[in-house]
């Protein structure tokens, strides 16, 4: 039987893309579309969770929610591309994962999508809560409230 998070992100397209750990701003090379949709940051190998493990470090979105702005996923439009735009504690938690497997490679996953991209990401990080009981480590956990009033 198939997990809650692998379920809803199976419903949709992803294209991958992959890193090794630490160097994360070579992806900007990557040729990673200028456009909306989702991404989800996965290790190299699963980590342990309140309930369980995941390889799933991180799960974000560009195009979506009230503020709809015209930045994609990867560079253009004359800005770094939401992907590259995480700073702060979703950055810190990141960069911390990657120092737990040096050299390893890291994937990002992307589905572009027409629909509402804020709506995709709410609906897989409901799953991975339901899953977990906790959001993708590099999340922010004050986002369960939100994501509980979906």
């Not at 992806?27 to 990673?32: D, E, F, N, P, T």
């Not at 503020?67 to 938690?93: A, C, E, H, M, S």
């Not at 990141?94 to 509402?116: A, M, N, Y």
């Amino acid at each position: 039987m198939m997990d809650p998070f692998e379920t809803e992100f199976r419903k949709h397209r992803w294209d991958r893309w992959e890193y090794t750990a630490g160097q994360y701003a070579s992806l900007k090379s990557a040729g990673i579309p200028c456009r909306h949709g989702v991404y989800v940051v996965r290790s190299p190998s699963p980590l342990s969770r309140v309930r369980g493990s995941s390889n799933v470090v991180y799960v974000g979105q560009s195009g979506g929610g009230k503020r709809r702005g015209r930045q994609g996923i990867g560079p253009g439009n004359g800005g770094p591309g939401r992907l590259f735009n995480t700073r702060g504690p979703d950055k810190l938690v990141r960069e911390q994962i990657e120092s737990l497997f040096p050299g390893q490679r890291f994937s990002i996953e992307c589905s572009f999508v027409d629909e509402d991209p804020g709506v995709i990401e709410q609906r897989l990080l409901k799953a991975y809560l339901q899953e977990h009981f906790e959001l993708p480590p590099a999340n922010h956990n004050a986002g369960v409230r939100r994501i509980g009033d979906e």
